[in-house]
Protein backbone atom coordinates (compact mmCIF):
# COMPACT_ATOMS: atom_id res chain seq x y z
CA UNK A 1 0.00 0.00 0.00
CA UNK A 2 1.80 3.52 -1.25
CA UNK A 3 0.35 6.36 0.79
CA UNK A 4 1.42 10.41 -0.38
CA UNK A 5 1.38 12.51 2.42
CA UNK A 6 1.57 16.14 1.59
CA UNK A 7 1.91 18.50 4.52
CA UNK A 8 3.86 21.62 4.72
CA UNK A 9 4.48 21.16 8.98
CA UNK A 10 8.02 18.85 9.32
CA UNK A 11 7.20 17.26 12.54
CA UNK A 12 3.64 16.83 11.49
CA UNK A 13 4.70 15.17 8.61
CA UNK A 14 7.43 12.86 10.61
CA UNK A 15 4.73 11.63 12.97
CA UNK A 16 2.06 10.61 10.61
CA UNK A 17 5.38 8.74 8.16
CA UNK A 18 6.46 7.24 11.41
CA UNK A 19 3.01 5.90 12.60
CA UNK A 20 2.23 4.82 9.18
CA UNK A 21 5.20 2.94 8.30
CA UNK A 22 4.78 0.74 11.04
CA UNK A 23 2.22 -0.64 9.40
CA UNK A 24 3.81 -1.19 6.58
CA UNK A 25 2.69 1.21 4.04
CA UNK A 26 4.91 2.85 1.87
CA UNK A 27 4.97 6.37 2.95
CA UNK A 28 6.26 9.53 0.67
CA UNK A 29 5.95 12.97 1.44
CA UNK A 30 5.61 16.05 -0.40
CA UNK A 31 5.85 19.31 1.80
CA UNK A 32 4.19 22.00 -0.51
CA UNK A 33 2.06 22.33 -3.14
CA UNK A 34 4.77 22.03 -6.52
CA UNK A 35 6.80 18.49 -5.27
CA UNK A 36 2.57 17.65 -4.78
CA UNK A 37 1.56 18.15 -7.79
CA UNK A 38 4.83 16.15 -9.63
CA UNK A 39 4.43 13.42 -7.63
CA UNK A 40 0.53 13.14 -8.51
CA UNK A 41 1.16 13.24 -12.11
CA UNK A 42 4.09 10.26 -11.43
CA UNK A 43 3.07 7.60 -9.29
CA UNK A 44 0.00 5.90 -8.01
CA UNK A 45 -0.86 6.28 -4.45
CA UNK A 46 -3.60 4.09 -2.55
CA UNK A 47 -4.05 6.98 -0.23
CA UNK A 48 -3.37 10.71 -0.23
CA UNK A 49 -3.08 12.47 3.03
CA UNK A 50 -3.73 16.35 1.96
CA UNK A 51 -3.05 18.87 3.85
CA UNK A 52 -5.19 21.92 2.26
CA UNK A 53 -3.50 25.33 3.69
CA UNK A 54 0.08 24.40 1.74
CA UNK A 55 2.58 27.49 2.12
CA UNK A 56 2.56 28.03 -2.13
CA UNK A 57 -0.77 27.42 -2.89
CA UNK A 58 -4.06 26.13 -2.29
CA UNK A 59 -4.67 21.92 -1.65
CA UNK A 60 -7.80 21.80 -3.21
CA UNK A 61 -5.98 22.70 -6.58
CA UNK A 62 -4.41 19.55 -6.44
CA UNK A 63 -7.87 17.93 -5.83
CA UNK A 64 -9.02 19.11 -9.11
CA UNK A 65 -6.15 17.81 -10.60
CA UNK A 66 -6.88 14.54 -9.76
CA UNK A 67 -10.27 14.75 -10.70
CA UNK A 68 -9.16 16.61 -14.54
CA UNK A 69 -6.44 14.00 -14.64
CA UNK A 70 -8.81 10.92 -13.95
CA UNK A 71 -6.94 9.83 -11.28
CA UNK A 72 -8.86 7.99 -8.78
CA UNK A 73 -6.80 7.89 -5.60
CA UNK A 74 -8.35 7.99 -2.21
CA UNK A 75 -7.99 11.66 -0.53
CA UNK A 76 -8.01 12.31 3.27
CA UNK A 77 -8.29 16.08 3.88
CA UNK A 78 -6.43 16.75 6.81
CA UNK A 79 -6.93 20.57 8.11
CA UNK A 80 -6.24 22.61 10.94
CA UNK A 81 -9.12 24.81 9.61
CA UNK A 82 -11.76 22.60 10.47
CA UNK A 83 -14.24 25.00 8.73
CA UNK A 84 -17.40 23.53 7.61
CA UNK A 85 -16.87 25.45 4.20
CA UNK A 86 -13.45 23.69 3.58
CA UNK A 87 -15.10 20.58 4.31
CA UNK A 88 -18.02 20.54 1.90
CA UNK A 89 -15.98 22.24 -0.70
CA UNK A 90 -13.38 19.45 -0.70
CA UNK A 91 -16.40 16.55 -0.26
CA UNK A 92 -17.50 17.75 -3.45
CA UNK A 93 -14.31 17.89 -4.83
CA UNK A 94 -14.04 14.36 -4.30
CA UNK A 95 -11.88 13.81 -1.33
CA UNK A 96 -13.24 10.60 0.71
CA UNK A 97 -12.56 12.20 3.99
CA UNK A 98 -11.87 15.12 6.16
CA UNK A 99 -10.14 14.75 9.47
CA UNK A 100 -9.17 18.15 11.61
CA UNK A 101 -6.45 18.98 13.55
CA UNK A 102 -5.42 17.95 15.97
CA UNK A 103 -6.76 14.04 15.63
CA UNK A 104 -4.66 10.79 17.24
CA UNK A 105 -2.85 8.51 15.09
CA UNK A 106 -5.58 5.98 16.03
CA UNK A 107 -8.29 8.34 14.06
CA UNK A 108 -5.38 8.30 11.28
CA UNK A 109 -5.47 4.74 10.89
CA UNK A 110 -9.22 4.27 11.41
CA UNK A 111 -9.97 6.95 8.65
CA UNK A 112 -7.55 5.09 6.24
CA UNK A 113 -8.05 1.44 6.49
CA UNK A 114 -12.27 2.66 6.18
CA UNK A 115 -11.07 4.57 3.25
CA UNK A 116 -8.59 2.00 1.71
CA UNK A 117 -11.46 -0.82 2.35
CA UNK A 118 -14.74 1.32 0.44
CA UNK A 119 -12.20 2.10 -2.34
CA UNK A 120 -9.92 -1.02 -3.04
CA UNK A 121 -10.63 -4.32 -1.69
CA UNK A 122 -14.63 -4.54 -2.67
CA UNK A 123 -16.29 -7.60 -1.03
CA UNK A 124 -13.22 -8.05 1.33
CA UNK A 125 -14.79 -6.76 4.55
CA UNK A 126 -13.99 -9.18 7.49
CA UNK A 127 -10.61 -8.84 9.28
CA UNK A 128 -8.84 -11.52 11.02
CA UNK A 129 -7.12 -11.80 13.92
CA UNK A 130 -5.78 -14.88 15.50
CA UNK A 131 -8.91 -17.29 15.73
CA UNK A 132 -11.02 -13.86 15.69
CA UNK A 133 -13.12 -12.64 12.24
CA UNK A 134 -14.58 -9.51 12.43
CA UNK A 135 -17.31 -8.80 9.96
CA UNK A 136 -17.22 -5.30 8.89
CA UNK A 137 -20.44 -4.77 7.25
CA UNK A 138 -22.88 -7.23 9.07
CA UNK A 139 -21.04 -6.54 12.33
CA UNK A 140 -20.63 -9.84 13.72
CA UNK A 141 -17.71 -11.30 15.63
CA UNK A 142 -16.95 -14.86 15.37
CA UNK A 143 -14.51 -16.51 18.06
CA UNK A 144 -13.39 -20.02 16.22
CA UNK A 145 -16.54 -19.57 13.91
CA UNK A 146 -18.79 -19.18 16.91
CA UNK A 147 -20.64 -15.59 16.99
CA UNK A 148 -20.31 -13.73 20.03
CA UNK A 149 -23.36 -11.76 20.36
CA UNK A 150 -21.92 -7.85 21.02
CA UNK A 151 -24.17 -4.30 21.26
CA UNK A 152 -23.24 -1.56 19.15
CA UNK A 153 -20.62 0.33 21.27
CA UNK A 154 -18.70 -3.33 22.14
CA UNK A 155 -18.53 -4.10 18.50
CA UNK A 156 -17.33 -0.01 17.81
CA UNK A 157 -14.40 -0.39 20.26
CA UNK A 158 -13.46 -3.83 19.13
CA UNK A 159 -13.06 -2.76 15.54
CA UNK A 160 -11.15 0.52 16.63
CA UNK A 161 -8.91 -1.41 18.22
CA UNK A 162 -8.84 -4.11 15.96
CA UNK A 163 -7.50 -1.68 12.99
CA UNK A 164 -5.14 -0.23 15.47
CA UNK A 165 -3.92 -3.70 16.28
CA UNK A 166 -0.79 -3.61 18.76
CA UNK A 167 -0.54 0.22 19.03
CA UNK A 168 -1.65 2.34 21.66
CA UNK A 169 -4.88 3.79 21.37
CA UNK A 170 -5.35 6.73 23.29
CA UNK A 171 -8.75 6.97 25.41
CA UNK A 172 -10.06 9.61 24.48
CA UNK A 173 -9.56 8.87 20.61
CA UNK A 174 -11.69 5.59 21.35
CA UNK A 175 -14.46 7.83 23.09
CA UNK A 176 -14.36 10.45 20.63
CA UNK A 177 -14.58 7.47 17.62
CA UNK A 178 -17.04 5.35 19.51
CA UNK A 179 -19.36 7.93 21.80
CA UNK A 180 -19.51 10.87 19.14
CA UNK A 181 -17.48 14.09 18.37
CA UNK A 182 -18.82 15.83 21.25
CA UNK A 183 -18.47 13.62 24.12
CA UNK A 184 -14.85 14.71 24.12
CA UNK A 185 -15.47 17.63 26.49
CA UNK A 186 -16.62 15.56 29.04
CA UNK A 187 -12.94 15.12 30.39
CA UNK A 188 -13.74 11.71 31.73
CA UNK A 189 -13.60 8.95 30.35
CA UNK A 190 -13.99 6.34 32.69
CA UNK A 191 -17.00 4.99 31.52
CA UNK A 192 -15.45 3.54 28.35
CA UNK A 193 -13.91 0.80 30.96
CA UNK A 194 -17.35 -0.36 32.10
CA UNK A 195 -17.49 -1.01 28.02
CA UNK A 196 -14.10 -2.69 27.63
CA UNK A 197 -14.82 -4.82 30.87
CA UNK A 198 -18.03 -6.74 29.49
CA UNK A 199 -16.07 -6.53 26.18
CA UNK A 200 -13.18 -8.65 27.65
CA UNK A 201 -15.36 -10.88 29.35
CA UNK A 202 -17.08 -11.77 26.21
CA UNK A 203 -13.45 -12.29 24.94
CA UNK A 204 -12.37 -14.71 27.46
CA UNK A 205 -15.41 -16.61 27.40
CA UNK A 206 -14.55 -17.93 24.11
CA UNK A 207 -11.02 -18.15 24.29
CA UNK A 208 -10.23 -15.46 21.54
CA UNK A 209 -6.59 -15.17 20.66
CA UNK A 210 -6.58 -11.31 21.26
CA UNK A 211 -6.56 -9.29 24.58
CA UNK A 212 -7.38 -5.63 25.39
CA UNK A 213 -4.40 -4.69 27.60
CA UNK A 214 -4.59 -0.98 29.39
CA UNK A 215 -1.62 1.51 29.05
CA UNK A 216 -2.24 3.16 32.57
CA UNK A 217 -3.51 6.50 32.35
CA UNK A 218 -3.15 6.60 28.97
CA UNK A 219 -5.46 4.24 27.32
CA UNK A 220 -5.90 0.63 25.56
CA UNK A 221 -3.72 -1.66 23.13
CA UNK A 222 -5.09 -4.60 21.66
CA UNK A 223 -2.40 -7.85 21.27
CA UNK A 224 -2.62 -11.23 19.41
CA UNK A 225 -2.07 -13.34 21.75
CA UNK B 1 -37.84 65.94 31.75
CA UNK B 2 -37.54 66.30 27.92
CA UNK B 3 -35.72 68.91 26.75
CA UNK B 4 -38.29 70.61 24.98
CA UNK B 5 -40.27 70.91 27.95
CA UNK B 6 -36.60 71.98 30.07
CA UNK B 7 -36.43 74.76 27.80
CA UNK B 8 -40.50 76.10 28.40
CA UNK B 9 -40.28 75.89 31.75
CA UNK B 10 -37.64 78.33 31.66
CA UNK B 11 -38.83 80.37 29.33
CA UNK B 12 -42.02 80.64 31.43
CA UNK B 13 -40.49 81.45 34.92
CA UNK B 14 -38.34 84.12 32.89
CA UNK B 15 -41.34 85.23 31.14
CA UNK B 16 -43.61 85.41 34.25
CA UNK B 17 -40.40 87.81 35.94
CA UNK B 18 -40.03 90.02 32.81
CA UNK B 19 -43.54 90.75 32.19
CA UNK B 20 -44.14 91.63 35.68
CA UNK B 21 -41.19 93.56 36.20
CA UNK B 22 -42.81 95.16 32.63
CA UNK B 23 -45.78 95.85 33.67
CA UNK B 24 -44.81 97.98 36.63
CA UNK B 25 -42.73 100.26 34.59
CA UNK B 26 -45.12 100.52 32.26
CA UNK B 27 -48.01 101.03 34.81
CA UNK B 28 -45.88 103.92 36.01
CA UNK B 29 -45.13 105.11 32.58
CA UNK B 30 -48.52 105.46 31.83
CA UNK B 31 -49.80 106.85 35.06
CA UNK B 32 -47.42 109.97 34.61
CA UNK B 33 -48.09 110.01 30.74
CA UNK B 34 -52.14 110.52 31.65
CA UNK B 35 -51.06 113.11 34.82
CA UNK B 36 -49.35 114.85 32.53
CA UNK B 37 -51.88 115.40 29.67
CA UNK B 38 -54.75 115.52 32.22
CA UNK B 39 -52.61 118.77 34.05
CA UNK B 40 -52.56 120.15 30.79
CA UNK B 41 -55.88 120.00 29.98
CA UNK B 42 -56.84 121.55 33.38
CA UNK B 43 -54.80 124.31 32.72
CA UNK B 44 -56.02 125.23 29.12
CA UNK B 45 -59.66 124.90 30.86
CA UNK B 46 -58.12 127.22 33.50
CA UNK B 47 -56.84 129.77 31.05
CA UNK B 48 -60.30 129.59 29.28
CA UNK B 49 -62.27 130.32 32.68
CA UNK B 50 -59.96 133.24 33.48
CA UNK B 51 -60.62 134.52 29.73
CA UNK B 52 -64.68 133.82 30.09
CA UNK B 53 -64.25 135.72 34.08
CA UNK B 54 -63.22 138.55 32.04
CA UNK B 55 -65.73 139.01 29.67
CA UNK B 56 -68.53 137.41 31.80
CA UNK B 57 -68.10 138.51 35.64
CA UNK B 58 -71.25 136.33 36.85
CA UNK B 59 -69.07 133.35 36.77
CA UNK B 60 -67.32 134.99 39.12
CA UNK B 61 -70.05 134.38 41.86
CA UNK B 62 -70.24 130.42 40.63
CA UNK B 63 -69.08 128.86 44.20
CA UNK B 64 -70.33 125.29 43.50
CA UNK B 65 -69.32 122.55 40.75
CA UNK B 66 -73.24 121.87 40.36
CA UNK B 67 -73.27 121.23 36.47
CA UNK B 68 -69.57 122.97 35.28
CA UNK B 69 -66.29 121.93 36.33
CA UNK B 70 -65.14 124.99 38.02
CA UNK B 71 -66.02 127.19 41.14
CA UNK B 72 -64.07 130.67 41.44
CA UNK B 73 -64.48 132.30 44.95
CA UNK B 74 -62.97 135.93 45.90
CA UNK B 75 -60.01 135.61 48.58
CA UNK B 76 -58.29 138.32 50.66
CA UNK B 77 -55.14 138.82 49.73
CA UNK B 78 -53.87 137.97 53.05
CA UNK B 79 -55.27 134.77 52.85
CA UNK B 80 -53.03 133.74 49.56
CA UNK B 81 -49.97 131.95 50.56
CA UNK B 82 -49.43 130.29 47.53
CA UNK B 83 -50.16 132.18 43.98
CA UNK B 84 -48.45 128.94 42.29
CA UNK B 85 -50.75 126.64 40.64
CA UNK B 86 -51.63 123.63 42.63
CA UNK B 87 -51.94 120.09 41.41
CA UNK B 88 -54.08 117.33 43.41
CA UNK B 89 -55.81 114.26 43.67
CA UNK B 90 -59.11 114.47 45.53
CA UNK B 91 -62.47 112.97 45.60
CA UNK B 92 -65.74 113.97 44.68
CA UNK B 93 -69.08 112.26 44.49
CA UNK B 94 -70.21 111.50 41.41
CA UNK B 95 -73.84 110.97 40.31
CA UNK B 96 -73.51 108.30 38.10
CA UNK B 97 -71.29 106.04 40.12
CA UNK B 98 -73.24 106.91 43.03
CA UNK B 99 -70.00 106.84 44.54
CA UNK B 100 -67.26 108.67 45.47
CA UNK B 101 -64.82 109.11 42.82
CA UNK B 102 -61.35 110.31 41.74
CA UNK B 103 -61.32 113.63 40.47
CA UNK B 104 -57.79 115.89 39.47
CA UNK B 105 -58.39 119.33 40.63
CA UNK B 106 -56.22 122.50 39.83
CA UNK B 107 -56.60 125.11 42.44
CA UNK B 108 -54.76 128.53 40.92
CA UNK B 109 -54.77 132.31 41.83
CA UNK B 110 -55.39 135.58 39.59
CA UNK B 111 -56.71 139.07 39.65
CA UNK B 112 -59.46 140.52 38.41
CA UNK B 113 -60.28 144.41 38.31
CA UNK B 114 -57.95 144.32 41.51
CA UNK B 115 -59.58 141.70 43.48
CA UNK B 116 -58.55 138.27 43.57
CA UNK B 117 -59.90 135.21 43.09
CA UNK B 118 -59.54 130.78 43.81
CA UNK B 119 -59.57 129.42 40.42
CA UNK B 120 -61.04 125.48 41.22
CA UNK B 121 -60.50 123.42 37.94
CA UNK B 122 -61.69 119.55 38.02
CA UNK B 123 -61.55 116.81 35.64
CA UNK B 124 -62.83 113.04 36.16
CA UNK B 125 -59.43 110.68 36.35
CA UNK B 126 -58.62 107.54 35.96
CA UNK B 127 -59.65 105.28 38.11
CA UNK B 128 -56.53 103.01 39.29
CA UNK B 129 -57.50 100.08 40.42
CA UNK B 130 -59.85 99.65 37.32
CA UNK B 131 -56.47 100.42 34.94
CA UNK B 132 -54.39 98.01 36.98
CA UNK B 133 -56.67 95.24 36.57
CA UNK B 134 -57.27 95.93 32.99
CA UNK B 135 -53.19 95.99 32.74
CA UNK B 136 -53.38 92.64 34.95
CA UNK B 137 -55.82 90.76 33.02
CA UNK B 138 -54.00 92.54 29.60
CA UNK B 139 -51.12 90.51 30.95
CA UNK B 140 -52.65 87.27 31.57
CA UNK B 141 -53.74 87.27 28.17
CA UNK B 142 -50.38 87.96 26.66
CA UNK B 143 -48.23 85.61 28.77
CA UNK B 144 -50.41 82.64 28.36
CA UNK B 145 -50.51 83.86 24.82
CA UNK B 146 -46.63 83.95 25.13
CA UNK B 147 -46.34 80.89 26.67
CA UNK B 148 -48.37 78.71 24.23
CA UNK B 149 -46.72 80.00 21.59
CA UNK B 150 -43.36 78.84 22.67
CA UNK B 151 -44.95 75.17 23.37
CA UNK B 152 -46.43 74.99 19.93
CA UNK B 153 -43.07 76.83 18.36
CA UNK B 154 -41.09 74.23 20.56
CA UNK B 155 -43.32 71.10 19.64
CA UNK B 156 -42.90 72.39 15.97
CA UNK B 157 -39.77 73.99 14.99
CA UNK B 158 -37.60 72.38 17.96
CA UNK B 159 -39.06 68.92 17.57
CA UNK B 160 -38.09 69.24 13.89
CA UNK B 161 -34.76 70.57 15.12
CA UNK B 162 -33.88 67.71 17.39
CA UNK B 163 -35.29 64.96 15.35
CA UNK B 164 -31.72 63.84 13.82
CA UNK B 165 -30.71 63.73 17.62
CA UNK B 166 -33.36 61.31 18.52
CA UNK B 167 -33.05 59.61 15.95
CA UNK B 168 -29.71 59.13 16.60
CA UNK B 169 -30.64 58.02 20.59
CA UNK B 170 -32.85 55.07 18.87
CA UNK B 171 -30.06 53.85 16.79
CA UNK B 172 -27.80 53.61 19.61
CA UNK B 173 -30.29 52.27 21.41
CA UNK B 174 -30.50 49.12 18.98
CA UNK B 175 -26.81 49.33 18.36
CA UNK B 176 -25.61 46.00 19.20
CA UNK B 177 -21.64 45.21 18.35
CA UNK B 178 -21.85 41.83 17.75
CA UNK B 179 -24.32 42.71 14.76
CA UNK B 180 -22.11 43.73 12.24
CA UNK B 181 -24.12 46.72 10.78
CA UNK B 182 -23.34 50.58 11.59
CA UNK B 183 -25.81 52.59 12.62
CA UNK B 184 -27.91 54.91 10.44
CA UNK B 185 -28.18 58.87 10.87
CA UNK B 186 -30.27 61.56 9.68
CA UNK B 187 -28.65 63.96 7.33
CA UNK B 188 -29.35 67.30 8.61
CA UNK B 189 -28.22 70.70 8.05
CA UNK B 190 -27.70 71.87 11.69
CA UNK B 191 -24.14 71.24 12.22
CA UNK B 192 -23.63 70.39 15.74
CA UNK B 193 -25.76 67.54 14.62
CA UNK B 194 -23.64 66.49 11.83
CA UNK B 195 -20.46 66.70 14.20
CA UNK B 196 -22.37 64.34 16.94
CA UNK B 197 -23.88 61.68 14.17
CA UNK B 198 -19.80 61.79 12.83
CA UNK B 199 -17.99 61.45 16.07
CA UNK B 200 -20.27 58.80 17.42
CA UNK B 201 -19.98 56.78 14.00
CA UNK B 202 -16.51 56.67 13.90
CA UNK B 203 -16.31 56.10 17.84
CA UNK B 204 -18.65 52.96 17.19
CA UNK B 205 -16.37 52.06 14.32
CA UNK B 206 -13.54 51.83 16.40
CA UNK B 207 -15.35 50.03 19.36
CA UNK B 208 -16.52 47.71 16.44
CA UNK B 209 -12.72 47.53 14.93
CA UNK B 210 -11.32 46.74 18.08
CA UNK B 211 -14.22 44.09 18.59
CA UNK B 212 -13.64 42.15 15.63
CA UNK B 213 -9.96 42.13 16.29
CA UNK B 214 -10.55 40.99 19.76
CA UNK B 215 -11.93 38.01 18.25
CA UNK B 216 -10.29 37.44 15.26
CA UNK B 217 -7.19 37.44 18.00
CA UNK B 218 -8.60 34.83 20.23
CA UNK B 219 -9.53 32.47 16.87
CA UNK B 220 -6.10 33.03 15.35
CA UNK B 221 -4.16 31.93 18.58
CA UNK B 222 -6.31 29.18 19.52
CA UNK B 223 -6.23 28.26 15.46
CA UNK B 224 -1.90 28.25 15.51
CA UNK B 225 -2.02 26.65 18.69
CA UNK B 226 -3.49 23.53 16.66
CA UNK B 227 -0.78 22.32 15.00
CA UNK B 228 2.37 22.33 18.19
CA UNK B 229 -0.95 20.56 20.13
CA UNK B 230 -1.15 18.11 18.07
CA UNK B 231 2.44 17.31 17.15
CA UNK B 232 3.20 16.98 20.81
CA UNK B 233 0.75 14.80 21.13
CA UNK B 234 1.66 12.35 18.73
CA UNK B 235 4.99 12.63 19.05
CA UNK B 236 4.12 11.46 23.08
CA UNK B 237 1.59 9.03 22.15
CA UNK B 238 4.55 7.49 19.18
CA UNK B 239 7.26 7.17 22.12
CA UNK B 240 4.76 5.62 24.79
CA UNK B 241 4.10 3.30 21.58
CA UNK B 242 7.53 1.99 20.98
CA UNK B 243 8.86 1.95 24.16
CA UNK B 244 7.40 -0.78 25.99
CA UNK B 245 7.16 1.17 29.36
CA UNK B 246 6.47 0.42 32.54
CA UNK B 247 4.46 1.49 34.94
CA UNK B 248 5.80 3.29 37.24
CA UNK B 249 7.29 5.14 34.06
CA UNK B 250 3.47 5.86 32.53
CA UNK B 251 2.70 6.84 35.49
CA UNK B 252 4.57 10.08 34.79
CA UNK B 253 4.12 10.23 31.44
CA UNK B 254 0.43 9.81 31.71
CA UNK B 255 -0.47 13.07 32.63
CA UNK B 256 1.82 15.14 30.39
CA UNK B 257 -0.32 13.32 27.82
CA UNK B 258 -3.63 13.79 29.52
CA UNK B 259 -2.85 17.95 30.43
CA UNK B 260 -2.38 18.10 26.95
CA UNK B 261 -5.34 17.04 25.65
CA UNK B 262 -7.15 18.72 27.98
CA UNK B 263 -5.42 21.74 26.94
CA UNK B 264 -6.49 20.63 23.24
CA UNK B 265 -10.21 20.24 24.25
CA UNK B 266 -10.16 23.89 26.03
CA UNK B 267 -8.28 24.92 22.77
CA UNK B 268 -11.50 23.29 20.40
CA UNK B 269 -14.14 25.16 22.88
CA UNK B 270 -12.35 28.43 22.61
CA UNK B 271 -12.31 28.16 18.96
CA UNK B 272 -15.62 26.98 18.51
CA UNK B 273 -17.02 29.77 21.35
CA UNK B 274 -14.80 32.28 18.66
CA UNK B 275 -16.45 30.52 15.63
CA UNK B 276 -20.01 31.06 17.08
CA UNK B 277 -19.69 34.60 17.77
CA UNK B 278 -18.20 34.61 14.07
CA UNK B 279 -20.68 33.30 12.64
CA UNK B 280 -19.07 30.62 10.61
CA UNK B 281 -21.73 28.12 10.94
CA UNK B 282 -23.98 29.33 8.28
CA UNK B 283 -25.31 26.30 6.71
CA UNK B 284 -29.01 26.05 8.29
CA UNK B 285 -31.80 23.57 8.08
CA UNK B 286 -35.10 22.16 9.81
CA UNK B 287 -33.41 20.44 12.56
CA UNK B 288 -35.17 18.09 15.17
CA UNK B 289 -34.61 18.77 18.08
CA UNK B 290 -36.56 15.59 19.50
CA UNK B 291 -34.64 13.04 17.71
CA UNK B 292 -31.29 15.39 18.84
CA UNK B 293 -32.07 14.84 22.52
CA UNK B 294 -33.09 10.98 21.83
CA UNK B 295 -29.73 10.61 19.99
CA UNK B 296 -27.71 12.52 22.56
CA UNK B 297 -29.45 10.84 25.61
CA UNK B 298 -28.52 7.51 23.85
CA UNK B 299 -25.17 8.82 23.56
CA UNK B 300 -24.46 9.79 27.05
CA UNK B 301 -26.39 6.91 27.87
CA UNK B 302 -23.09 5.25 29.10
CA UNK B 303 -21.53 8.40 30.55
CA UNK B 304 -24.51 8.78 32.84
CA UNK B 305 -24.56 4.69 33.72
CA UNK B 306 -21.20 5.24 35.16
CA UNK B 307 -22.37 8.08 37.37
CA UNK B 308 -24.95 5.57 38.23
CA UNK B 309 -27.19 8.42 37.27
CA UNK B 310 -30.64 7.43 34.93
CA UNK B 311 -31.54 9.68 31.97
CA UNK B 312 -35.04 10.24 31.22
CA UNK B 313 -37.08 11.89 28.76
CA UNK B 314 -40.47 13.79 28.68
CA UNK B 315 -41.83 14.26 25.02
CA UNK B 316 -45.30 16.34 24.95
CA UNK B 317 -44.15 17.91 21.99
CA UNK B 318 -42.28 17.67 18.64
CA UNK B 319 -40.03 21.14 17.86
CA UNK B 320 -38.80 21.37 14.86
CA UNK B 321 -36.14 24.49 14.20
CA UNK B 322 -34.45 26.01 11.95
CA UNK B 323 -30.45 26.50 12.75
CA UNK B 324 -27.43 24.95 11.87
CA UNK B 325 -27.40 21.38 13.03
CA UNK B 326 -23.99 21.23 14.49
CA UNK B 327 -24.74 23.98 16.85
CA UNK B 328 -27.92 22.26 17.81
CA UNK B 329 -26.05 18.90 18.79
CA UNK B 330 -23.70 21.16 20.71
CA UNK B 331 -26.09 23.17 22.37
CA UNK B 332 -28.18 20.58 23.72
CA UNK B 333 -24.99 18.68 24.68
CA UNK B 334 -23.68 20.63 26.62
CA UNK B 335 -26.54 21.61 28.80
CA UNK B 336 -26.88 17.24 29.20
CA UNK B 337 -23.49 16.87 29.78
CA UNK B 338 -23.58 19.57 32.63
CA UNK B 339 -26.43 17.53 33.56
CA UNK B 340 -24.53 14.54 33.93
CA UNK B 341 -21.36 16.31 35.51
CA UNK B 342 -22.84 18.34 37.97
CA UNK B 343 -25.61 15.49 38.81
CA UNK B 344 -25.84 13.26 42.12
CA UNK B 345 -25.65 9.54 41.41
CA UNK B 346 -28.63 7.64 41.96
CA UNK B 347 -30.70 10.55 40.68
CA UNK B 348 -32.32 10.98 38.34
CA UNK B 349 -32.07 13.92 35.22
CA UNK B 350 -35.07 14.54 33.42
CA UNK B 351 -35.52 16.38 30.01
CA UNK B 352 -38.63 17.47 29.03
CA UNK B 353 -39.86 18.50 25.50
CA UNK B 354 -42.84 21.06 25.71
CA UNK B 355 -44.34 23.31 23.21
CA UNK B 356 -41.77 25.46 22.26
CA UNK B 357 -39.62 24.49 25.29
CA UNK B 358 -36.78 22.07 26.30
CA UNK B 359 -36.22 21.48 30.42
CA UNK B 360 -33.14 20.07 31.85
CA UNK B 361 -33.52 19.41 35.33
CA UNK B 362 -31.19 17.80 37.69
CA UNK B 363 -31.13 16.99 41.51
CA UNK B 364 -29.03 19.60 43.66
CA UNK B 365 -28.27 19.75 46.52
CA UNK B 366 -26.33 22.98 46.70
CA UNK B 367 -29.40 25.20 46.40
CA UNK B 368 -29.84 27.66 43.56
CA UNK B 369 -26.62 29.09 41.48
CA UNK B 370 -25.97 32.30 40.77
CA UNK B 371 -27.82 33.17 37.45
CA UNK B 372 -25.91 35.94 36.11
CA UNK B 373 -22.72 34.35 36.24
CA UNK B 374 -23.73 31.01 35.06
CA UNK B 375 -23.69 31.69 31.08
CA UNK B 376 -20.00 33.79 31.41
CA UNK B 377 -17.27 32.19 30.69
CA UNK B 378 -14.68 30.50 32.56
CA UNK B 379 -17.03 30.77 35.39
CA UNK B 380 -16.77 27.43 37.67
CA UNK B 381 -18.71 25.72 39.98
CA UNK B 382 -16.71 23.34 41.23
CA UNK B 383 -13.30 22.10 39.51
CA UNK B 384 -14.49 19.38 37.86
CA UNK B 385 -12.09 19.11 35.35
CA UNK B 386 -14.33 21.72 33.37
CA UNK B 387 -13.53 24.22 31.37
CA UNK B 388 -15.53 26.43 31.95
CA UNK B 389 -16.53 27.13 28.74
CA UNK B 390 -19.62 25.04 27.95
CA UNK B 391 -22.86 27.11 28.93
CA UNK B 392 -20.95 30.26 27.29
CA UNK B 393 -21.03 28.01 24.09
CA UNK B 394 -24.82 27.16 24.58
CA UNK B 395 -25.56 30.57 25.51
CA UNK B 396 -23.83 31.88 22.48
CA UNK B 397 -25.94 29.87 20.47
CA UNK B 398 -28.77 30.46 22.04
CA UNK B 399 -28.05 34.48 21.17
CA UNK B 400 -27.40 33.51 17.76
CA UNK B 401 -30.89 32.05 17.23
CA UNK B 402 -32.76 34.59 19.56
CA UNK B 403 -33.38 30.90 22.05
CA UNK B 404 -33.96 31.63 24.97
CA UNK B 405 -31.65 30.00 27.54
CA UNK B 406 -32.60 30.56 31.18
CA UNK B 407 -31.57 28.94 34.68
CA UNK B 408 -33.86 28.53 37.78
CA UNK B 409 -33.80 26.70 40.22
CA UNK B 410 -37.42 25.13 41.49
CA UNK B 411 -36.15 22.41 43.95
CA UNK B 412 -33.99 21.35 41.23
CA UNK B 413 -31.54 22.81 38.55
CA UNK B 414 -33.88 23.64 35.60
CA UNK B 415 -31.89 24.67 32.20
CA UNK B 416 -34.88 25.42 29.71
CA UNK B 417 -34.53 26.49 26.29
CA UNK B 418 -37.37 28.77 24.40
CA UNK B 419 -37.99 28.45 21.02
CA UNK B 420 -39.66 31.41 19.43
CA UNK B 421 -42.80 30.77 17.77
CA UNK B 422 -42.80 30.18 14.20
Known sequence: ?225 | MKLLNYTTRYFAIILFVLLSAWAVLFYFEMLDEIYDSMDDGLENQKMLVIRRAKEDTSILEKNEFGEGYYTIRKVEPKNIYNIKDNYRDTLMYMHNEEDFEPVRLLESVFQQNGEYYKLKVITSMVEEDDLIEDLLYSLLWLYLGLIISIIILNNIVLKKVWNPFYKLITELKNFNIEKDENIKVQDTSIEEFNLLNKQIQVLLQKSRDSFTGQKQFIENASHELQTPLAISINKLELYIENNDLSESELVQIAPVLNNLERLTRFNKSLLLLSKIENRQFLSEQKVSINSIIQDLVEDFSDFASHKEIELTIDVNETIDFKMNKDLAIILFTNLIKNAIVHGKSEHLINIEIDKQEVKISNFSESGALKKEKLFTRFYKISNKNSNGLGLAISKAIADEYDLELEYYFDEKHIFKVGFPKA
Open chain 1, 1 to 225: MKILIIEDEQEMLENMQNSLEKEEFVVETAADYREAASKIGVYEYDCILLDISLPDGDGLQILKELKTKGISDSVIIVSAKDSLDDKIKGLDLGADDYLPKPFHMAELHARINAVLRRNKFEGANTMEIGNVSINIDKHLVNVNKTEISLNRKEFDILMYLATNKGRLVNKSALAEHVWGDYIDQSDNFEFIYSQIKNLRKKLNEHNAEIEIKAIYGIGYKLVNL
